[in-house]
């Protein structure tokens, strides 16, 4: 992953794993193996956002979308 894409990435640890936000929504896991990133979910794409453990959830909060600053809050379930 490069380019805009990893621009402004957002991460926090959940439940002992590694998460990684990335601009076109995409959440990543690092793998057990710390070798590779894995799919854990899609949010609204975004820059400059951020992210926290929640529960079973992963919150991707706030950021920039269109050039303009949102407040929208979404939340990952993330299964285990």
Do not use: C
């Amino acid at each position: 992953v490069g380019g805009q894409l990893s621009f402004a990435p957002a991460a926090t640890v959940h439940k002992g794993s590694l998460y990684v936000s990335i601009a076109d929504g995409t959440l990543l896991r690092l793998a057990k193996s710390g070798k590779q990133w894995e799919s854990a979910g899609k949010a609204t794409p975004r820059l400059a956002h951020r992210i926290a453990s929640y529960g079973d959830n992963v919150l991707i909060i706030g950021g920039a979308m269109n050039g303009k600053n949102s407040d929208l809050v979404e939340a990952i379930a993330i299964a285990r």
